[in-house]
Nanobody, 121 residues
């Protein structure tokens, strides 16, 4: 396993969490990285993505202005989530994409295990 997501938990609406995705194998330094989520009974959906350099980001409309994706020199990718809403409740997954900071999960070949985020009202 090379991608390890962490940082999930339970938070009240309006609160914040920061998710982390560690590249334990130092494999994905030149890959774009993305966050996706899957709520119970729903399909997996795109949340945010960042280019390999960190210079380009992409967000789902539902999280724009509330979530921020970033990555550091050690190739850990973060998802800072502010102003959380109950509808943000889901299992969040990080993934790696060799090419672009795409919003399509079909373009991501490598996936980490999920981390559960629960937002109570």
């Amino acid at each position: 396993v090379q991608l390890q997501a962490s940082g999930g938990g339970m938070v009240q609406a309006g609160g914040s969490l920061r998710l982390s995705c560690a590249d334990s194998g130092r494999t994905f330094s030149t890959y774009a990285m993305g966050w996706f989520r899957q709520a119970p009974g729903k399909e997996r959906e795109f949340v945010a993505a960042i280019s390999w350099s960190g210079g380009s980001t992409n967000y789902a409309d539902s999280v724009k202005g509330r979530f921020t994706i970033s990555r550091n020199a050690r190739n850990t990718v973060y998802l800072r989530m502010n102003s959380l809403k109950p509808e943000d409740t889901a299992v969040y997954y990080c993934a790696a994409n060799r090419h672009t900071s795409s919003s399509s999960d079909e373009e991501y070949a490598y996936w980490g295990q999920g981390t559960l985020v629960t937002v109570s009202s």
